[in-house]
């Protein structure tokens, strides 16, 4: 079966330019994460969303960010205006249950995103 | 606010060793703690999985315990293996939150 797909796995985007990172989650999954990983580090925790409502965005680092899931299945994160701060991998994860329950994540390949 | 620290940071052994990653955590009140390998350039492979209510959890080689009153887990690998090379994460689930917290990995080395 497919696991999580994540678009595109590669993007350079100069200073100022807005981006659009796309998380296909494994078919029936209700709980959607996002996380950023820099190099070296582990993830950090960006959002959350169970179906399509996004239940937690404490992680979000700044009102750049933004992350949908309209009809509870891809999701979509976009950064605004860029920064070379923002260069990271950003990894998505996708879970059978909610929140409270057994809950199992299953990663993405990621996107590696650099901006110059 | 949780707080994972992994030991140590880096690992190179010979092939054929057993070895062990520790994991620590601050607040004891998870709901359950995760292993996961990474790959270079990789996204995570889920490892192991151990709910607060056990103990250990065994896979193959893979061996792992959790210690919730004193903050610990171990990731025991027995007869290691060059494809064994990878960086291994440890996350954890708290009560409080509503995801997860990462360790910054132990980066391990096999050489053959």
């Known amino acids: 079966g497919a696991g999580v797909s994540q678009s595109p796995r590669y993007k350079v985007a100069k200073r100022g330019q807005d981006v659009a990172l796309r998380c296909d989650p494994i078919s029936g999954h209700v709980s959607l994460f996002w996380y950023q990983q820099a190099l070296g580090q582990g993830p950090e925790f960006l959002t959350y969303f169970q179906n399509e409502a996004q239940l937690d965005k404490s992680g979000l680092p700044s009102d750049r960010f933004f992350a949908e899931r309209p009809e509870g299945s891809v999701s979509t994160l976009k950064i605004q205006r860029t920064q070379q701060e923002d260069s990271a991998v950003y990894l998505c994860?996708?879970?059978?249950?909610?929140?409270?329950?057994?809950?199992?994540?299953?990663f993405g390949p990621g996107t590696r995103l650099t901006v110059l | 606010k949780q707080e994972v620290t992994q030991i140590p940071a880096a690992l190179s052994v010979p092939e054929g060793e057993n070895l062990v990653l520790n994991c620590s955590f601050t607040?004891?009140?998870?709901?359950?703690l995760q292993w996961f390998r990474q790959d270079p350039g990789k996204g995570l492979t889920s490892l192991l999985l151990?709910?607060?209510?056990?103990r250990e959890q065994t896979s193959g080689r893979l061996n792992a315990s959790l210690d919730k009153s004193s903050g610990r887990s171990t990731l025991y690998i027995a007869a290691s293996q060059p494809g064994d090379s990878a960086t291994y994460l440890c996350a954890v689930f708290d009560n409080y939150g509503q995801n997860f917290v990462f360790g910054p990995g132990t980066r391990l080395s096999v050489l053959p």
């Open positions: 994860a996708s879970s059978f249950r909610t929140i409270g329950a057994i809950n199992e994540q299953f």
């Open positions: 607040d004891s009140a998870i709901y359950n």
């Open positions: 151990i709910q607060s209510s056990q």
